[in-house]
């Protein structure tokens, strides 16, 4: 079990270490010019008044732009309802405790 | 490798958001608790989420809100916060079916110790989990 430990000390080394190369290798931090804010988002921030008509362009994107995604994720928190009411209600060991 | 450290510095969310997605993998792997598996998941999952909404964030910017702004204001970048909108949706559902698969181990083991329903199992079918068919 120690044995294991030490790898798994090993592994989320190495984990922190490729990620803190990607770190030092990303754009600054909380600049205007970063490739992040790009002709979409200004697009998004110019656009979203007049095409939407809603103040807040979050709700802008999530309700008018990317409508359908929003659509889906209903369906995605659907499903996971389903799946805990399937998995706690049925089969051997489910409904009521004994 | 040289000046590494000022680079770090300058992104410091994204080297929180490092440090915590490395915090949540080790949780996950060394914890035999189930409980404590589904922690380290979630923790990974909010390093994500910082990742996101740092890499929208521009400094002196505003919420991009029309209503609460003067005209001449910088907003930041909206896409990244409506997309994690969307990852929390897929975080919530997957931790509540993980939860659920939980609760329904302890209903049938009696515990929520991996080692220890490892070992029930194989006393119970003579199997460990892991043999082929």
Not at chain 1, 27 to 38: A, E, I, S
Not at chain 1, 52 to 64: C, E, H, R, Y
Not at chain 2, 1 to 27: D, H, K, Q, S
Request: glycine share 8%.
């Amino acid at each position: 079990m120690r044995f294991r430990n030490l790898c798994f000390l090993a592994l989320a080394l190495l984990v922190a270490y490729v990620a803190i190369m990607t770190v030092a290798e990303l754009p600054p931090y909380g600049r205007p010019d970063n490739p992040v804010h790009n002709q979409v988002a200004e697009r998004y921030i110019d656009g979203a008044l007049t095409e939407t008509g809603a103040l807040n362009m979050v709700t802008a994107i999530v309700l008018d732009y990317r409508a359908y995604d929003t659509m889906f994720e209903t369906i995605v928190l659907f499903t996971a309802t389903l799946a805990v009411v399937i998995t706690l209600k049925t089969g051997k060991g489910g409904g009521r405790e004994q | 490798m040289n000046e590494l450290w000022p680079r770090l510095l300058v992104n410091y969310p994204y080297l929180a958001a490092a440090i915590l997605f490395v915090i949540g993998t080790f949780t996950v792997l060394t914890h035999p608790n189930l409980f404590k598996k589904l922690l380290g998941i979630n923790i990974m999952e909010s390093a994500i989420f910082l990742t996101f909404v740092a890499s929208g964030n521009i400094r002196g910017g505003v919420a991009p809100i029309r209503a609460t702004a003067n005209a001449e204001a910088v907003y930041i970048n909206p896409l990244p916060s409506a997309l994690m909108l969307t990852g929390i949706v897929v975080s919530v559902s997957v931790t509540a079916f993980a939860l659920a698969l939980i609760v329904r181990l302890y209903r049938v083991y009696g515990t929520t110790d991996l080692r220890r329903i490892v070992v029930r199992r194989k006393e119970v079918t003579g199997d460990d989990g892991f043999a082929q068919g």
